[in-house]
């Protein structure tokens, strides 16, 4: 077994609901233990040194996409983060940006997820069809379904929010995220949407035209997902309506 | 004082509670659905490999309809389930799954034409018949007579998740997350609502409701090594449960996992072994034939667990830093198709232990242990998902115990749960929400909400030596070693005792920062008695019980006792001060079942100690079909005649099937 290190995790702590609190950063050493992530070592300083310290941890696993942060510069998923990737052992955590923050580490993405997804409206629109479930579904291409699954992937974590420059300077912009959402509805036969239609809701600056294909959305998404793709043509597909 | 009105509260935002939140608003009712966490967050985001519905549309699959489901899934529960609510689900299962369709979710189809597939570690070729081009496929899973596991690659939990929760969108559901139901509001055994925290502001609000249903999932984090989430603690139970009124069913009954990944415990999917994955001993030797000849790696899950187990303890385990494992070989379904149907396996691997499982050979097994991963017991309710006791107050999910899976559910069945109940208990609990009017007094609200209040100031204001977090580690441990997959009765009675003296000692903490928002350390301080008092239900029930069924094994009761065990365990709280729940039995009935008790078909054999009205029963059971087959009368008139079960909606018509 590798040789046990310090671990220098520094992180920034601010609670905007406390008028005495300023932000700061609080460094915490402890000692690494093998296959130690980021949601082992914050919580071991949760427990054993800081009881205070707010983060956000559901699956643990990659899935959930709930612990998104930015780690010595790079907006990632905390849970898959292994201290041992980082060969001098420090780490610095800041909050992601874009997002209302809550306390510490601790962002409101379910704030931001929630409003993009009604304003694309980020469901199958089939004009109120009425589906008989007791009959034999509609019929689908596999390699269709496959293609909307690849987009469907997405954990709307906000890292290509995070990431993204237009975000920073439009707070309206629906980011690489949003564009998906309606790349993914585009592509699906059951939506009776047209380009039109999808033209109305992202048809502008704080949507598609927003983009300025800076790329860091596509580098960063803990999914892979074929961001910059999808999003140059949604582009090509919108910028011909009208 | 902050006082919500609305129709309908749902408790908890994953898979259930927003299916049974669009029933509701469907329906025309102002509903409201807390959360935890953002909704799209939710655990039901991790069920990876599939839900189970007998569509029948695949080759491997053929056949398949209700009756096979439900034989399946009683086997599974090794007899403890409740067959009524088990053929109310196996019907609605098919139309969900076509809802879901039509609310988008990209399930894998049907190729026609002929496939590769591993079947028994070999490689075979499967043709796909032409014709059902495009229809929704099915892999297969453990416990089954049929491939019948729908699915998305292996992100199926998720895709569903985000298909309803945004459905949920759609219809204007009042979702609002990071918010807290600490404790449930009732009065003369009907419940009006919750007193909630808001997990960011720290303040309390009290929301009051016709009904209100409790949809927050598992109780698997009262285990140290488990597949759950962070958030699945149980908290909906617990709840419930200290109404003092309500009561838990069946709690012993938990499940562990084959496939967790050592050491993080992350789920590898079942479907690892449904596609043809196999699992290895120290020797790279594949064993589970040696145990289980005809099902394999694919028996049910509890057994598959404990003849790991068996098998590490006959000396042939994987020694490691953690502790010896066994090996999980998924390489051999090579590379491509593990690329696109167990992608997020693969990641797990990769990112967690360095391992790429589609690497050939020794070098791309993964190291796997059994560990807790399935909450069988929950809020005892009737076959409308309402409590036997509390009025108003509905389950559905994991979080209840309607009793779909007895003492072990299969693999596939959960998911599959979370939207069928959500579908036949959501229209319940709006009916119940249409015809009950609200009749509580403010002073009630006000008493509620002043009761809780109190209690947290009076944690804040402790001064003890005890700490929370090694409290709730203690607990976690304990259960690992004394209620875990093997069990008997000196440890559970131990467990039982080192329970009561944890929860004693959390009257004795402190907890250090005085905050009554953003402070991490008064959540646990008020959320680990309540884990307490699950985790005493468990070990109690388990102590109890004197038998081995399922998921639950005493290694001092190896049989299964249809004489004296074919009952549900009732756990209740009786007063606020006690430090052990009270436990009663509800018998199940031999003469109403469908499918009398029986060997499960895998698993030692000769290890029931039978009840005399098994044979009866199957006696006229037998005689009842073979008299309407002679009469020329269908399987769902021959059904009818053995077990008769209502649904609402359209949910009791036919399900097509191709070939039927």
Known sequence: MAQQKDVTISVLKFNPRDKESHPKFVEYTLQETPGMTLFIALNKIRQEMDPDLAFDFVCRAGICGSCGMVVNGKPTLACRTLVANYPDRKLQLIPMPAFELIKDLSVNTGKWMDSMSNRVESWIVDNEKEIDITKIEEKMEPKVAED??????CVECGICVASCGTALMRPNFVGAVGLNRVARFQMDPRDKRTDEDFYDLVGDDDGIFGCMSLLACEDHCPKNLPLQNKIAYMRRKLVSVK | MKIIYCDALIIGGGLAGLRASVATQKKGLNTIVLSLVPVKRSHSAAAQGGMQASLGNSKMSNGDNEDVHFSDTVKGSDWGCDQEVARMFVHTAPKAIR????????????????????????????????????????????????WRTCYTSDATGHTMLFSVANEAL??????????????????DQRCYGAIVRDLITGELEAYIAKGTCIATGGYGRIYKQTTNAVICEGMGAAIALETGVATLGNMEAVQFHPTPIVPSGILLTEGCRGDGGILRDVDGHRFMPDYEPEKKEL??????????????????????????????????????????????VQEICKVFNGIDPADEGPKGWVPVLPMQHYSMGGIRTKKT????KLHGLFSCGEAACWDLHGFNRLGGNSVAETVVSGMIIGNYFADYCLENDLDIKTQTIEASLKKESNKIDKLLALNGKEDIFAIKNTMQLLMDQKVGIFRDGENLSQAVDELQELL???????????????????????????????????????????????????????????????????????????ILPTITYEELDIIK????????????KGMIIENEL?????????????KMDDEGKDRHEIQDALMQFDLPMNYREKNERVGE
């Open chain 1, 148 to 153: 909307i699954f690849e987009l469907d992937r």
């Open chain 2, 99 to 146: 809802e879901l369709s039509a609310w988008g979710v990209p399930w894998t189809r049907v190729q026609g034409g002929s496939r590769e597939a591993v079947i028994n570690a070999k490689r075979t070729t499967i043709v796909e018949d032409k014709e059902r081009h495009g229809l929704i496929m099915s892999r297969d899973f453990g416990g089954t007579k049929k």
């Open chain 2, 170 to 187: 759609k219809h204007k559901v009042d979702i609002r997350d990071r918010k807290e139901a600490i404790s449930l509001i009732h009065e």
């Open chain 2, 299 to 344: 028996a049910s899950r509890d057994v598959v667990s404990r003849r790991m187990i068996e098998h590490i303890r006959n000396g042939k385990g994987v020694p490691s830093a953690y502790g010896d494992h066994i090996w999980l070989d998924i390489s051999i379904l090579g590379r491509e198709h593990i690329e696109k149907n167990l992608r997020d």
């Open chain 2, 385 to 388: 998902g309402e409590s036997q």
């Open chain 2, 504 to 578: 004693k000692k959390t009257n004795n903490i402190t907890v250090k920062s005085k905050s009554k928002a953003g402070n991490p350390e008064l959540e646990e301080a008020y959320r680990v008695p309540k884990m307490l008092k699950l985790a005493l239900c468990v070990a109690k029930g388990a102590e109890q019980r004197t038998e081995s069924r399922g998921a639950h094994y005493r290694e001092d009761f190896l049989k299964r006792d249809d004489k004296n065990w074919l009952k549900r365990t009732l756990t209740h709280w009786a007063n606020e001060e006690d």
């Open chain 2, 593 to 604: 079942m469908e499918m009398p008790p029986a060997f499960r078909g895998y698993g030692a």
């Open chain 2, 614 to 626: 098994s044979a009866q029963r199957q006696e006229e059971v037998d005689d009842i079909k073979e």
